[in-house]
């Protein structure tokens, strides 16, 4: 089975701008999770997806949105980019979620100047 | 305010011997714990999982300790390999009660095994 791919991996935005990033899962997995690491916060969840709806959700602002596909690709969108938008987004799917047996993709690389 | 404190930023092992990682966490709703590997340039990896009615999970060299008066767990990893060296994430979450389970993450533990 092919994993969790993620596109892109490397993404450069100036501040104000809005960003939409991707998530294609394991196939027959009908959950996905975004997550933000960054050095100083560390891992964060955002939001998990399943059977399109958002099922959980972080404490992040309304900027941080999401939406799955019938197909459980998700995509993840952030408008109005500030600084410390930059990290690593991650996606994590699964077969029923939420977070048991997740498997990673590589995440995408935010940076926002 | 964190939640889920993993006070050891890092921790150095023998080949062989027991790696106890630990994990603190204060908000009692908590009922369901996690925990991830991380390798440098990957995502992380779910590794072992417990919830609050058991005290004890394990899986081969992993186990999984719950002490829910102290609101502590422990990740005991044994015999440690050199392929354990990695940053390990304790997370929890309730799970009950309630329809948004979020998952709260420490900040890791560098773990590096020394053959």
């Known amino acids: 089975k092919a994993g969790v791919t993620q596109t892109p991996r490397y993404l450069i935005k100036t501040r104000g701008q809005q960003v939409t990033l991707s998530c294609s899962p394991i196939s027959g997995h009908r959950s996905v999770s975004w997550y933000q690491q960054t050095p100083g916060q560390g891992l964060q969840f955002l939001f998990e997806?399943?059977?399109?709806?958002?099922?959980n959700k972080g404490n992040f602002p309304g900027r941080f949105s999401g939406r799955q596909f019938s197909n459980s690709r998700s995509e993840m969108n952030v408008s109005t980019l500030e600084l410390g938008d930059s990290a690593l987004y991650l996606c994590?799917?699964?077969?029923?979620?939420?977070?048991?047996?997740?498997?990673f993709g590589p995440g995408t690389r935010l940076t926002v100047l | 305010d964190q939640q889920v404190k993993q006070n050891s930023p890092s921790l150095s092992v023998q080949e062989g011997r027991i790696s106890i990682l630990n994990c603190d966490y204060t908000?009692?709703?908590?009922?369901?714990f996690l925990w991830y590997k991380k390798y440098p340039a990957e995502g992380p990896t779910f590794l072992i999982s417990i919830s609050s009615i058991k005290d004890k999970n394990e899986d081969g060299r992993f186990t999984v300790f719950l002490n829910k008066s102290a609101k502590h767990l422990s990740l005991h990893i044994v015999p440690s390999q050199p392929g354990d060296s990695a940053v390990y994430f304790c997370a929890a979450s309730a799970m009950s009660g309630g329809s948004n389970y979020k998952l709260t993450f420490g900040k890791g533990t560098l773990l590096t095994v020394n053959p």
């Open positions: 994590a799917s699964s077969p029923e979620g939420p977070w048991e047996n997740e498997f």
């Open positions: 997806y399943f059977s399109e709806t958002q099922r």
């Open positions: 908000n009692s709703m908590f009922d369901y």
